[in-house]
């Protein structure tokens, strides 16, 4: 039982580039994030998915999109990076609430992304 | 716009001291706070609150919600180089959306 993995760990990337951050879990959780995190800033909501098919906008989209295509994967694309998105990328999942239900997130280990 | 904020943004404490840490927050159509500890990584879950004056305790820390007041403290007693981290609080609403704050840095010298 992995949890949630993220991949790739590290990357460099020069202005202009795209890429893409994938995020995988492994507990059938329906709902899925995708943070950045930067020096004294916490923790900032790009997009969320609730469900396979679905995506919404978080706190920060701009200059980003996701893809929820299956169930345990959610995809973070970056068009044209730029050097603002230079930061930490955290993925979390969760189950769904409801009276027994839990808002606890799970993280994966996060990617630390340089745009030059 | 919702919002979470922390307080102190940074403290360092000797071993043995307590800490409380501050967290308040505007959050609309609130469900849930959540105390999370961060280390080198990932955030990990400490706490989950979501009814007031009902304390949440794990070994030497403990967390309590005041929703008329909109905040929340978590306490460390008895502190240990291993406490030294960033705690992060967030506000969770209805809408599936979680609001974190800037996290308070803690620093526990021996």
Known sequence: N???TQTPKFRVLKTGQSMTLLCAQDMNHEYMYWYRQD??????LIHYSVGEGTTAKGEVPDGYNVSRLKKQNFLLGLESAAPSQTS???CASRTSGGASGTDTQYFGPGTRLTVL | EDKVVQSPLSLVVH???TVTLNCSYEVTNFRSLLWYKQEKKA???LFMLTSSGIEKKSGRLS???DKKELFSILNITATQTGDSAIYLCAGHNYGQNFVFGPGTRLSVLP
């Open chain 1, 2 to 4: 992995a949890g949630v």
């Open chain 1, 39 to 44: 020096p004294g800033m916490g923790l900032r």
């Open chain 1, 88 to 90: 930490v990328y955290f």
């Open chain 2, 15 to 17: 071993e043995g001291d």
């Open chain 2, 43 to 45: 955030p990990t879950f």
């Open chain 2, 63 to 65: 967390s309590i919600l």
